[in-house]
């Protein structure tokens, strides 16, 4: 990336959160992320709609409709002592990040493009 230049939305990740959904916050979460998006120079706009389902968020960035995502994510590294026996272990984290709506797109077909 060059100095200046902003990272793509997409590239933004909030890890925030732990290897279960108990030891993880999905609203402190999404909190995180548009807190990150701001940071990286990105002015985000959240939608309030009624048909928000608790995995995801939609929000407005610079005329572009996201939707802020919650899950497992991101890799990291558990310690594991129930053998008796220290050991890591490479697990799945939760985290937030977004992805683009393309709902509002028509995305044409390669094969109908040629015809």
Known sequence: MLS???ADPVQIIARVGGVTEELSDR?????VWIYLA???GWDVTEIFEESC???SKPILI???RYQIRYGLRVRSML???STGHLTHRPVL???A?????LSMYELEHPAQAES
């Open 27 to 31: 609203d402190r979460a999404f909190e």
């Open 97 to 101: 990040w977004v992805e683009p709506d």
């Open 62 to 64: 610079e005329g572009v």
């Open 53 to 55: 389902g608790e995995e």
């Open 93 to 95: 984290s939760y985290a």
């Open 79 to 81: 310690a594991d002592d």
């Open 38 to 40: 701001n940071k990286a």
């Open 4 to 6: 200046g230049e902003r």
